[in-house]
């Protein structure tokens, strides 16, 4: 893999991200953030600066950290508000500290964000104050939605494109501009993420459909009890299946609480048809992801990005 | 007043800053920041940016802006933690909109600040940030100190420092070091606002013992409650009355549930004597930041931050 060696040094940075003063802040930050996850952004924004041509990769580093972070920090709020209690394959920081130290701890971590990207350009801090916004307006317009029990296509789309793909988007324009690359292949590389992001965010609610909690190793079917997630496609009529593979069938937990919003939200329709559906759709976006690549020259990050876009579509956790 | 015309820009700054396509978000941030406020930060980034010769005030309205932005986002986070009923006069945000917006909405004033400082220098966006971290670790610190029952007079003296002397420090910095003023003029109002912030503190936290909830506009007595505020200085033998004058006797509001670590703090104290002891100890801090003015020159700006000095040790709210 063309980013292996950069990407372990986004671990170290990770980690030393964490150092603070108040032990209780050092603790909780190394809690979740030493708990691995799929660390997808940072690869986005390491193999969209290979992509781009970047060859200064140890600059790039602390932006991918960035981003990771900044993510980070939206999963320690959402848990204090879904009242999550497994992420990473850990007790969440609200279940084990309480909700007041999970709240600073995020906020911390927003800090650590901003102190990590200060010294770059006001171009790159730019991009992620934008998608920082945007994250909070999305998972806002999210539980607003939920309460309201108005959850349909368009609020479904506008809900993923600012609570997921806008940052994904920002992964790929930061690589992408630290490499100093032309407008176009920033443009290509913007394009590929936040249909990527997209993909992602459907088959992220499909599975909260379908996975049991271990394997997701967060809890699953908070998404659907709380009204949100991937059964409002259903409605989608214009979704054509593209050329991707579907992952083997998996069992559905009917049994996890489906909310007071259900049947509003599946409109008639199975939740196995919502799950076909949701396939579908991700599968498109996946395939326009792969098409915005075809102005980039050939490349072994750029093989890697395509093989991200197969793997969002057919990972099972 | 010198930068009343600046002051009044920063204000429409404020709710423009309120702007979202998430209407939610657009209410709860102008409920808060059309709440008015004391505008102190604004204030001392604009005073230090003129006292330091600075002309470029148009530059500086934003930056005064943030401040009072990143101030107002731990305000809100704090109500949450504190289930805070009051803030600026108006129901808080938890209170009229729950936890959960509340949360967003501090999320999205933190994000709203970054955006604003993304355009400025890498000087003026490390300033902020490490201020805006320091804010989130004296408020973690005070919390555990507390739950712990543990808040001695060293403990107490670092979280003013953190979670308030910090970002008047960082206000000073930004007005000075947009002025491009010498380091000499930079230290000396980065001193002022330092012990200002201490200052100021220790007053707020002696009028949350003797201040009634319409006075402070937002709820007296929770700092007493939660085992921290001024109570733990009354054993600080050094404090010298400076020549500061005290405000009127104002009544003591003995009825405010103190809360379990009451003794502990007051270590066999009465809390006349502690009202006392914060009132001189607040005076020397103000002493030394107007000392530190003594190398700028002459101006209505620095007689500004002299009146300052003694407004924050005088105010009754």
Known sequence: MVIEKPLRAVDELLLSATESSVPLLAQTSAHILSAGGKRLRPRLVLLSHAAAGGTNVDDVIPLAAAVEIVHTATLVHDDINDDGTLRRGRETINSRWGATFALLTGDFLFAKTYEIMAPYSRELNQILARASRELVEGETLQIKAAKDGKIDQTTYLEIISKKTASLFMACAELGATAAQASPAWIDALRNYAFNLGLAFQIIDDVLDLVADSGQLGKNAGVDMA??????????????????????????IKQDTAPGPFKEGLLQGHSIEKAIQKGYETAAEFAHQALESLSVLPESAALDELRALARIVIERDH
């Open 226 to 251: 709380q009204g949100r997630g991937i059964s409002v496609i259903t409605d989608r009529s214009d979704a054509g299946g593209a050329a991707v593979a579907q992952p083997a069938p998996m069992t």
